[in-house]
């Protein structure tokens, strides 16, 4: 570990949707660089100035800071025509990355095929709930060899046999009857994607490690959550990328001592989009007061998100896998007003005893029996910036939650903006210092 680095890795705790890109935005300023290493356009992370709301799939959120060097690593996933969309957007915003970006040239691309063989499979029977964009089948691809990188596009001789190899599978899962566009209209299709971006094509890994050997401050972005991480989450209603600490690693090709602390991002309630299991989740009305306050829709795909308690068990999860020395937590705002709040604390074994491990299986979450703790609400935390505007029971209500995480709380947000929310002393600290 370098003896000034000062390396952040930003994190969800739960099922995605937690908040991630404003705490990614108000960080940004004290670092070098911002990358993006693993998930695709199934992430959107939402940054608010102003009242104006910019929601962001692939570019990484410390877009809006011109001292922010961008990075989409090996790691990640590429739709090109959703990311040259994005790029079009920010420019008419005033905003142009491509001098202060560097896509990987390792880097997978979802390509045409995959998004039908996605939607082919949401609408039968294996259905899981994923957003359709072909993440799932471009991560497949790339597992079994037959994967197209950004870096194929820069040898033309070789892309037509490399892409031949997907396309061939995909034509047979799908039969004759299917939409398939041509190899020949993929090709064409992909190669004016990738035209305008070709400059931008490099080895990132090289990048960051002169980067950190010259101790420049990286901050890395995780999509998605430690909750639909393939691995560590609720299989199979899971993401196809590592979300959590690990896949940093793997999606850079940076060493473990390149992280200096990661900070987990949780809301002060908890949501879920698509299927899966969802102990605390809310059924009724007051569920869906909770998804209208908190404007609870897909960034990405518009669909209504599952709202519930905040759910210690879950949260602790993401903190113990992910080794977070400090939380993030967002929305605080949104439970205002409401006569009681309750939290899961954990879960019936069915003897008469608690547990706070998760289940593996999930047939045994079907068997799951949240146990709550009932908190009394409060007035008004909207727009607070510090902690002692917080009233009692909102303090209360939050320090009962950092005493069950063991870790200590970072960041509280009180609204969407930029403004609406305070930092708690010490913790970022090291982070925060232009």
Not at 59 to 69: A, D, E, I, R
Not at 268 to 276: L, Q
């Amino acid at each position: 570990m370098r003896s000034a680095s000062r390396n952040l890795v930003v994190l969800g705790m739960q099922w995605g949707d937690e908040g991630k890109g404003k705490i990614i935005d108000l960080l940004s300023p004290n670092f070098s660089y911002v990358v993006r290493f693993q998930g695709g356009n199934n992430a959107g992370h939402t940054i608010v100035v102003n009242g104006e709301s910019l929601a962001l799939h692939q570019v990484p959120s410390g877009t809006l800071h011109p001292k922010c060097f961008l990075v989409v690593s090996n790691g990640v996933v590429l739709n090109l025509e959703v990311f040259n969309q994005e790029l079009d957007r920010l420019k008419q915003r005033g905003v142009d990355v491509l001098p202060r970006l560097m896509l990987s040239e390792k880097a997978h691309i979802i390509l045409p095929h995959h998004i039908l063989l996605d939607q082919w499979r949401e609408g039968g029977a294996g259905r899981i709930g994923t957003t359709g964009r072909g993440i799932g089948p471009a991560y497949e691809m790339k597992s079994s060899r037959m994967g197209v990188r950004l870096g194929d596009f820069l040898h033309p001789e070789t892309l037509r046999p490399r892409m031949e190899l997907g396309y061939q599978e995909v034509a047979l899962r799908l039969g004759s009857a299917s939409t398939l566009p041509s190899l020949d209209q993929i090709l064409e299709m992909t190669q004016s994607w990738v035209e305008p971006l070709k400059a931008n094509i490099g080895n990132t890994q090289t990048l960051l490690r002169e980067a950190w050997e010259k101790e420049s401050p990286i901050l890395f972005e995780g999509a998605q959550a430690s909750l639909l991480d393939i691995d560590h989450g609720t299989y199979p209603y899971v993401t196809s990328s590592n979300c959590s600490v690990g896949g940093l690693l793997a999606g850079t090709g940076l060493p473990h001592q390149v992280i200096d602390m990661v900070c987990g991002v949780t809301k002060a309630y908890a949501t879920r989009v698509g299927d899966g299991p969802f102990p605390s989740e809310l059924q009724g009305a007051l569920g869906e007061t909770i998804r209208s306050r908190g404007k609870e829709y897909g960034t990405t795909t518009g669909r209504p998100r599952r709202c519930g308690w905040f759910d210690v068990p879950v949260v602790r999860h993401g903190v113990q896998i992910n080794g977070a020395g400090g939380l993030a937590i967002m929305k605080l705002d949104v439970l205002d007003g409401l006569e009681e709040v309750k939290v899961v604390i954990g879960y019936s074994d069915g003897s008469g005893g608690l547990t706070r491990s998760l289940p593996g299986h999930e047939v045994d979450w079907k068997e799951v029996c949240p146990v709550e703790k009932t908190f009394k609400g409060w007035g008004r935390t909207a727009g607070c910036t510090q902690w002692s505007d917080l009233p009692t029971e909102a303090q209360t209500y939050l320090k009962f939650i950092e005493d069950n995480m063991d870790c200590p709380i970072a960041y509280v947000s009180t609204g969407a903006d930029r403004r609406e929310g305070f930092f708690m002393s010490g913790i970022l600290s090291p982070f925060m210092e232009s």
